[in-house]
């Protein structure tokens, strides 16, 4: 099993981490040197402090509105509560209404809302996270470190070219390609409390957003030069009772987007052509928070707010389930062949591994998954003796992202709030899925002095190893490269030549499945 104690001690503080070479991390005080940043993509520098962002305005209490009140009918009333809210809403809607010749209506109407409103206090003391208020519980289950309180929220990489897309504190999006110079930000009425983005595949121009509301898709020209894209250009999916929406997840063919929420325990899968959904549903766990679509398209993983998450297949569209001991599952990544899912569970401070089989002929549809999941890495908190004094690194994982060759995992780790010295910080794994999986230990990543890390990204066709994006504390996002001799093909490193790895003691699998 690999743990802390077998990495190298971290950088200083003040030492920033520029790149990877020979398996090794180089960290400098100032930016990378220009002969790495000739290999580099024309990627921006981005900074981005909360004190240049106006956060999303809200209304004051008594503040009386700028317009004459206009009471739309009943039936109107009600329709709109329904695509709001629900069945819920409807009641409240009808056991409030001040139209006369219903009373029997009214009075039958609050009758029911008194019932929904005790089952839902008795599933809400079952499922505490459905108390907390919509952005609250957006904060709990984003895979952004400080959602709340961060000037970046949300990150996505297009999965074709350098183009990304950045969901900011006032609710807007930004969108920046090396190509051009122009950079779109899109704003839309229903685009508030942006939880996560995903860009279509094999096109262009479509991305996804995960609002408090419904799901917006941005069809974005790329050869267009506004930068204020109207909001007709976005696409509107919603459901009853489907928010607030904090997670999505395309199917690598493009085909079908499936959304989540933590008050509704079907994910959705949407036709985008069609704007229909089917519901996946599945009861118990109390919602869904977390999806992630294996690379192959074969798998989908699913985790809920309780100490359960499921993996379905996504040709018959089955599930098999895995209850966890301590807590719910908190994210999650795939390799890239599909064959293996690692996945961190809050409360503890460890890697599992499940390992899935493909199945053919009668045996075609089901998941395949082993019965047991392994611990591959322990994230216990370590003590490193270093010039600079005691460095304490350790803790949960908050996200974790494997890079498309299968070679480079980083893992956010956040430290504990009670313990004294200790820190949010990024975990580089070196990793070997075929022909047994194999996890080593590689170092840590730092940022600027006082930057904490929030979000986590490689980039999905870099070619000279891996390219990870990382959204820091202060508004910085910065792109670090990790040049490495991959198993697919020598890798050039920055100055120099490929090398072979030495056959040290550190270049040993600390863990493998032999």
Not at 484 to 502: D, E, K, M, N, T
Request: hydrophobic share 40%; proline share 8%; net charge neutral.
């Amino acid at each position: 099993m690999c743990s802390l104690a077998l990495f190298p001690p971290p950088p200083p503080p003040g030492d920033v981490t520029a790149y990877e070479s020979n398996n090794a991390l180089v960290s400098a005080r100032e930016r990378p040197p220009l002969p790495l940043q000739s290999q580099l993509p024309a990627l921006p520098v981005l900074s981005v402090p909360r004190e240049a962002l106006k956060a999303p305005s809200r209304p004051e209490l008594g503040a009386r509105p700028p317009f004459i009140h206009h009471r739309e009918s009943l039936w109107k009333r009600c329709l709109s509560a329904w695509r709001d809210v629900g069945l819920c809403g409807v009641l409240r809607e009808l056991s409030g209404a001040e139209e006369e010749g219903l009373r029997w209506l009214k009075s039958g109407s609050s009758s029911v809302l008194a019932l929904c409103r005790g089952l839902s206090s008795l599933h809400g003391s079952l499922f505490p996270h459905l108390s907390l208020t919509s952005e609250d519980m957006i904060a709990a289950f984003s895979q952004a470190v400080d959602w709340a309180g961060c000037s970046i929220r949300a990150f996505a990489w297009h999965p074709h070219t350098s183009k990304f897309a950045v969901a900011l504190l006032d609710d807007s999006i930004r969108v920046y390609n090396s190509s051009s110079t122009t950079i779109p930000s899109l704003k839309h009425r229903l685009q508030r409390n942006v939880a996560a983005m995903a860009w279509k595949p094999l096109c262009a121009s479509i991305l996804a957003v995960a609002c408090q509301s419904c799901v917006l898709l941005w069809h974005l020209d790329p050869t267009s030069l506004s930068t204020r894209p109207s909001s007709g250009c976005a696409q509107v999916l919603s459901y009853p009772g489907h928010s607030p929406v904090t997670s999505l997840a395309w199917a690598p063919s493009g085909e079908l987007l499936l959304s989540a929420s933590p008050v509704d325990t079907a994910m959705l899968v949407w036709d985008v052509s069609t704007e229909n959904c089917v519901q996946l549903q599945w009861f118990g766990g109390g919602g869904v928070t977390y999806l992630a679509w294996s690379p192959d398209g074969s798998k989908v993983l699913a985790a809920t707010p309780s100490a359960v998450f499921r993996v379905w297949e996504a040709q018959m569209w089955t599930c098999e389930r895995w209850p966890t001991i301590t807590g719910r599952c908190q994210t999650g990544c795939w390799s890239p062949d599909g064959s293996r899912l690692l996945f961190a569970v809050l409360g503890e401070s460890v890697i599992y591994s499940l390992s899935f089989s493909e199945y053919r002929g009668e045996m075609q549809g089901q998941v395949g998954g082993s019965k047991t999941a392994s611990i591959v890495a322990d994230l216990s908190e370590t003590t490193f003796e270093t010039l600079h004094g005691e460095e304490r690194v350790g803790g949960e994982v908050h996200s974790m992202v494997w890079d498309p060759t299968g070679e480079r995992l980083a893992v956010i780790i956040r430290g504990s709030p009670d313990a004294p010295g200790s820190q949010t910080i990024i975990a580089l794994f070196r990793t070997r899925n075929s022909p047994v999986f194999e996890l080593l230990p590689c170092g840590f990543l730092r940022g600027e002095r006082g930057a904490q890390p929030q979000l986590i990204a490689f980039h999905p066709c870099f070619q000279k190893g891996a390219l990870l994006t990382v959204c820091w504390s202060t508004g910085t996002i910065s792109h670090i490269p990790l040049f490495f001799i991959s198993a697919h093909g020598p890798c050039a490193s920055p100055g120099r030549s490929p090398v072979l790895a030495s056959a040290s003691g550190r270049e040993q699998p600390l863990f493998s499945e032999l």
